[in-house]
T-cell receptor
Framework: DAKTTQPPSMDCAEGRAANLPCNHS???????VYWYRQIHSQGPQYIIH???NNETNEMASLIITEDRKSSTLILPHATLRDTAVYYC?????????????FGTGTRLTVIP | DTEVTQTPKHLVMGMTNKKSLKCEQH?????MYWYKQKAKKPPELMFV???????INESVPSRFSPECPNSSLLNLHLHALQPEDSALYLC?????????????FGEGSRLTVL
């Protein structure tokens, strides 16, 4: 699976959009980009995933560059409950069981 | 029911004890996982079960012994652990045939080895 690079930490003002970048310059054609988050003392939570098109769901939007070497997770109106570690993961879409390998992630702090 | 339930939430054990962590899901998922997470580190994959068969063992020491008695249950048997094995142990499940990469995680069992 391709390696990802994320900033170790970011701050965001409450109510503003949080834009979390991820670099995956060695991504291959059949690898998807997944985002998970882990709120303190809880298990990781799936947010969104995509292959090449931008994706949106009730939690967030995922913007993938045309060359697929980087992506941005957007939380449109950050709240204090969005304070968490956000993990960007790249893996092949189908490899039997969906085992995921987590990188170091970005610790997002939403400030009142 | 979209929950993965792990018990116990906290466990303290000595190095000579034998204990077990339990995980249960009722979402009909046929893949289940154990992850280990040390403080301020990302989760590390330990084991993957697919259709009740062990499909991945990420070179985990034999003092950790997984068991999948049926499609809803996953156990992790612990014996002769070391203090450095103290960590949060996370269980997860997914639809084995789904191409979404979406794993559902429990809240974890926090293990302390004295």
């Amino acid at each position: 699976d391709a390696k990802t690079t994320q900033p170790p930490s970011m701050d965001c003002a409450e109510g503003r959009a949080a834009n979390l970048p991820c670099n995956h310059s060695t991504i291959s054609g059949n690898e998807y980009v997944y985002w998970y988050r882990q709120i303190h003392s809880q298990g990781p939570q799936y947010i969104i995933h995509g292959l090449k098109n931008n994706e949106t769901n009730e939690m967030a939007s995922l913007i993938i560059t045309e060359d697929r070497k980087s992506s941005t997770l957007i939380l449109p109106h950050a709240t204090l409950r969005d304070t968490a570690v956000y993990y960007c993961i790249v893996r092949e879409g189908w490899r039997g069981a969906n085992n995921l390998f987590f990188g170091t992630g970005t610790r997002l702090t939403v400030i009142p | 029911d979209t929950e993965v339930t792990q018990t116990p939430k906290h466990l303290v054990m000595g190095m000579t004890n034998k204990k077990s962590l339990k995980c249960e899901q009722h979402m009909g998922h046929r893949a289940m996982y154990w992850y280990k997470q040390k403080a301020k580190k990302p989760p590390e994959l330990m084991f993957v079960y697919s259709y009740e068969k062990l499909s991945i063992n990420e070179s985990v020491p034999s003092r950790f012994s997984p068991e999948c008695p049926n499609s809803s249950l996953l156990n992790l048997h612990l014996h002769a652990l070391q203090p450095e094995d103290s960590a949060l142990y996370l269980c997860a499940s997914s639809q084995e045939t789904a191409n979404t990469g979406e794993l559902f995680f429990g809240e974890g069992s926090r293990l302390t080895v004295l």
